[in-house]
């Protein structure tokens, strides 16, 4: 039976769902706007508008006011999904074939264009006063994502990799998108900037967090769940915490045979086996645990409203199992 | 000796090329901001920002009021050349190695993406009461510029292509990027309604000739001035207004005789002499002088120091050998 937290978020989820379903599409050219419709009516956790919505109600903002911002941020989302399952050659994407599977890469490149525009287009259509500051913050965000990717990207033909430039690949690349919806709704109501800071700060642990626990399932879930096969970034050199954790812990010797063994191994059993001996698993769990802590700290001075559904959000994050 | 319209046009591309190379650009991480520099800082015309400072200027603003969107139009210029190229898999742009030939594919997306971010961040420092309308105007500027590339890769599978879509086509392209540098200079000066409509005109029939005079110098220029191979591109089925015209003149079999024949030559010498026989680069020309004079028409109503610069980068733009 569904709690209360399932609702709250289902209430929302709805809403974004239905917004994007009402965005205005040119039918023409089809070569462009198919695919694009094809990725942003997904099923998708919406956690992005999600948190505009939360965070500008809380603060007594109507809805209608918030919602061209937040569907840009979900927009805005999918633009660097599609972007990014060309650039890491992914095949499937939430259990579909991603656009340049399904379509070609051209396709993926120029519909993925569309959609960025289109999350720009979104929140140039919110009233307010802080538009211009909004759309300063909302490209800043931006350039920090394709950041985010370039370092993901670089860090694939490295071996070096340190916990510390992992963390500031992870936080460019997911939790600035998150801090950017928490503030983007405190904009909208007028917050002061001390409120907008710890929103921030909020959303970035939270990020950090939540990147920690995806590498955690990426290892301990089962694919099914996932939608995906695993163990097959390991091999394709693709950076974890857990496993920058593992190497940080060994000897030169040991992070030779340890890459190795993940080269050479695709089996997420036998993956799976290796991390829990090494301890990083653990490890990994409680700086999750120590993040999200963190985390709430910052909700302390916000209203009862904000403070109690970011709350029921985070706990949502906290058990999902894909 | 340079004459007075080449040495007003070398006044604005420098006052353009030092606003590009003081724009900030984070130096890190490396693999995303190196290619963005090559691109941004190269030997460009400069005419869509040439076209918002003219009018803005035309109107009493001062340039430093104009600049940021002025970059902002030039800025996305780029990214869509950079995004274009990966697309059209050309090898040069400019006479230097295209982003994804010096570097690879992922580079050029990424960097593209983050060219494509810098546009909207140059626009946001834009101070106006009508920046809201203006962030509107790009955004749906940008929607039409990817409808154009969608098209024009459309077309390249097509041999029934029309002289009529063929239009629509370039419009979207390269008209439709003109014209929102004109208004976007307009809406900085606050112009009426009226004359921004007359700007937009001006730009669209401007942008119609120049496309069609481009398909004209791929026939007529030689490869040196153009910096480029001649020739190929009609192997590779790319449509242009002169091939169209030539089309529409023929029955059946006269047309798949002229395509197979284009299919197998990439001399552009043959190439140039069965467009001559076919009379389609007369009649282009007079397509091309006859937008000319619809397109000054329209800045009648304008300011004398507005109508003069405009007029003087037509005929700048109508001297061009590439």
Redesign the interface.
Known sequence: MPNQITLLIKKYQDIINRGLEEIPI?G??N??YEPLVYSLHTQGKRIRPILTLMVGEGFGVPIEKLLPAALALETLHTYTLV?DD??DNDDLRRGRPTVHKKWD??TA???G??I???A??L???T?SPN??RM??L???G??EI??G???D??FEHRIDVTVEEYMTMVTKKTAVLLALSCKIGGLIADCDENTLMALENFAIKTGQAFQIQDDLLEILSDEEAMGKSLGSDFAAGKKTYPMLLALSGMNKKEQKEFLTFLKNNSNIIKIRERFLKSGSIDKAGRTVNELITESKENLKGCPSQVRDSLLALLEFLQKRKS
Do not use: Y
Request: aromatic content about 8%; charged content about 20%; some cysteine.
């Open positions: 040119p023409f050219p070569s462009l972007h060309i650039m890469v051209n490149i120029l519909s264009d569309a960025n525009t289109l720009f287009r929140l140039m259509d009233d538009l211009q759309g300063k909302f490209t800043e931006m350039l394709c950041e990717q370039a370092l990207m670089e």
